[in-house]
């Protein structure tokens, strides 16, 4: 056997209780911050997940990033222009040839990820029923592509998108409007657009989201009745894009923002707040987690300096001997490694056994019909981070008794031992 | 016989607010298979200047010029290295590592240096034991033997690379009479049988009648006349 390894070996099983407290340390670490770490990720994928679900992939509006310029402007740019009480163009506002963007869009060549598009035209509307009135946003769609981008038709409690195809005088609502009107499946209201023309709807179906402001104002028609209802004869003025690749989404939506003008939003850019909340959220949980380990490796610290204290004799005889200042260190470097290693393997094993029982935690998240588990995440990447974590602090921990036993000068103990 | 050690005006300073001469201009020759006693009264500086001939300390100035080679450029590991090569060490604390048989402590040199094969180390380092009459006890520890065998190993592990000197710094300080006389002898032999070259410092008066020369030391400097003979 090697025999800086022999000697670093007889150094920790040497002192067995001291090197079993440092290895305990370092285990429950390792374990602590795989248990902790892999339920916030877990947690985060979670939510990113009912993110990515619920919220469109893109949204294509009908706006532009940048308002178009004044005439006066293109016509003398190099010019100090003040206009004052310029009016934009008046125009109906609404995607212009959106039935040549979407099928665009559905056959967009080369692109390696499947799309889905659904068209929709957003609108305020006031419903009315027995003498009470409230706002409604209505959202006209075609019910078959709608389906294909959101997860509404899951959210159904009653009825189905499609009763909007059955009935072109359908009206599809949420639960919490439902109850406050005293309505039900089949009750006919009255809904007064913004521009004055009123149409009467039968309600053929009922959805409950858990978000209440949505239950309670939102409203579904099929899109020609939206059209016509709002005055915007084959006008849309969204057109919502759910992708197999959600990351994809950060990517294409500059793109048909260049190609189409109209600004065209991804799901991480509308969500780049709760995104970067999740950056600092994760920030917070790694510097907490770390520390349990930077404490894990003062135990190797003590463990080691205790040991560099009561073995210098030995280190002076190998030191005369003729053993390297090298060598001496990488007898304590050696055995910062073996904690760190036995430890990460042991604190490994038990932090899948901690992850395990916390998947096996049912919760039920308000708004939610079913209960669900805790979510853990799995992935490998979060071992390697905490093995190599607890294996950098303990090689940070050895490396000062380690030091300290290669500058040890074997004159200075000959003589006091003398 | 030739010379196997020469010091030239070897002096060694401990630097401080008051610097401590510890070695003054000591001149001396070691010849191949002496067996040489050091002696004088306590802080003479006999054990500093057995560091300084052990390349375990750096003179402050003068040269030390071991089987030919002057010391005085060496790194520090190449200063191990010769250590490791050609010098054995025997002190007054055995320095015995508690958690190693005595076996593995008298292979720990051998497999430091790596000249023989593991079979071999195992092979020579039982020959040493069996030849201090520890024949038996190869596989106890340090702690289970007594003082006077516990030294004889540290012997048997200063003599296992084959070295060209053996120093010894009070090699019996530790010892009963019996314990003490035993060590001497095996020196002795050493030198005159094997032609090991030894030299010890001691305070032993049975050493000094024992070796070949005595130089005495008296505050850092030789005062009997070299050679004496």
Same mark, same amino acid.
């Given at each position: 056997m090697n025999v800086t390894l022999a000697v670093a070996w007889a150094h920790l099983v040497g002192r067995k209780r001291q090197t079993l407290v440092a290895l305990g340390g370092v285990v429950l670490g390792v374990a602590f911050f795989l248990a902790t770490s892999?339920?916030?990720?877990?947690?985060?994928? !979670?939510?990113?997940?009912?993110l990515v679900d619920n919220a469109p992939h893109i949204t294509v509006y009908d706006e532009y990033r940048d308002p178009p310029a004044q005439p006066a402007a293109l016509r003398w740019p190099e010019a100090a222009l003040a206009l004052p009480r310029v009016k934009p163009q008046r125009e109906t506002r609404g995607i212009r040839g959106w039935p040549r963007l979407l099928e665009a869009l559905r056959q967009r060549p080369g692109l390696p990820y499947g799309v889905r598009v659904a068209p929709v035209l957003n609108g305020a509307v006031v419903l009315s029923f027995a003498g009470r009135v409230q706002g409604l946003q209505l959202s006209g769609i075609d019910p078959l592509a709608m389906k294909g981008v959101s997860t509404i038709e899951s959210k159904m409690?009653?009825?189905?998108? !499609?009763s909007l195809d059955a009935d072109a005088s359908g009206i599809v609502l949420g639960a919490g409007l439902m109850q406050q009107f005293q309505l039900r499946v089949g009750?006919?209201?009255t809904v007064v657009a913004a521009g004055g023309l009123s149409r009467s709807l039968k309600v053929v179906g009922v959805f409950r989201t858990g978000n209440q402001g949505y239950d309670e104002g939102q409203a579904f028609v099929k899109l020609q009745r939206a059209q016509a209802l709002l005055g915007r004869e084959n006008r849309v003025n969204r057109l919502i894009l759910q992708l197999d690749d959600p990351q994809a989404a950060a990517a294409l939506a500059p793109q048909i923002e260049a190609q189409w003008g109209y600004k065209s939003v991804s799901w991480s850019e509308a969500s780049q707040d709760i995104l970067s909340l999740l950056v600092i959220r994760n920030l917070i949980m790694y510097t907490v987690v770390s520390a349990i380990l930077v404490v894990a490796s003062l135990g190797i610290y003590n463990t080691l300096s205790t040991v560099a204290?009561?073995?210098?004799? !030995?280190?002076?005889?190998?030191?005369?001997?003729?053993?390297?200042?090298?060598?001496?260190?990488?007898i304590f470097l050696l055995q910062g490694l073996a904690v760190g290693v036995l430890g990460s393997l042991i604190g490994l094993g038990l932090g899948a056994l901690l992850m395990q029982a916390l998947g096996q935690v049912k919760v039920k998240p308000p708004g939610a019909v079913d209960v669900t588990h805790l979510p853990i995440y799995w992935g490998p990447e979060q071992f390697a981070l905490a093995a190599a974590f607890a294996l950098l602090s303990a090689l940070a921990a050895a490396w000062l008794p380690a030091r300290k036993?290669?500058?040890l000068q074997p004159v200075d103990i000959l003589r006091g031992a003398a | 016989m030739t010379v196997l050690l020469q010091a030239i005006e070897l002096t060694r300073v401990l630097p401080g607010d008051v610097p401590v001469t510890l070695v003054d201009r000591v001149s001396l020759q070691i010849e191949r298979g002496e067996f040489v006693s050091i002696v004088g009264p306590s802080g003479s500086g006999k054990s500093s200047l057995l560091y300084l001939l052990g390349l375990l300390d750096r003179p402050t100035s003068g040269r030390l010029i071991l089987d030919g080679v002057d010391t005085a450029g060496f790194s520090e590991d190449r200063l191990?290295?010769? &250590? *490791? @090569?050609? *010098?054995?060490? #025997?002190f007054q604390f055995h320095f015995l590592l508690p958690e190693f048989s005595l076996l593995d402590? #008298?292979?720990?040199?051998? &497999? &430091? *240096?790596?000249?023989?094969?593991? @079979?071999?180390?195992e092979a020579r380092a039982l020959a040493r034991l069996g030849e201090l009459g520890l024949a038996g006890h190869e596989r106890k520890l340090p702690q289970a033997i007594s003082g006077g065998q516990r030294q004889r190993v540290a012997i048997a592990r200063a003599l296992a690379n084959e070295p060209l000197l053996i120093l010894a710094d009070e090699p019996t300080g530790n010892l009963d009479t019996a314990a003490s006389a035993n060590v001497r002898a095996i020196l002795r032999e050493l030198c005159h049988r094997q032609g090991t070259t030894v030299v010890t410092v001691t305070h032993d008066t049975g050493f000094a009648a024992a070796a070949d020369r005595c130089i005495t030391l008296v505050d850092g400097h030789v005062v009997t006349p070299e050679p004496s003979q």
């Open positions: 892999s339920l916030m990720r877990g947690s985060e994928r !979670d939510f990113l997940q009912r409690i009653e009825g189905s998108l !499609d009750s006919t209201v204290l009561e073995k210098t004799r !030995d280190i002076a005889i190998l030191k005369s001997m003729g053993f390297h200042a090298r060598e001496l260190q990488r036993a290669a500058n | 191990a290295d010769t &250590r *490791l @090569a050609k *010098l054995g060490f #025997v402590n #008298v292979a720990l040199p051998m &497999r &430091r *240096l790596r000249r023989w094969s593991e @079979a071999e180390i």
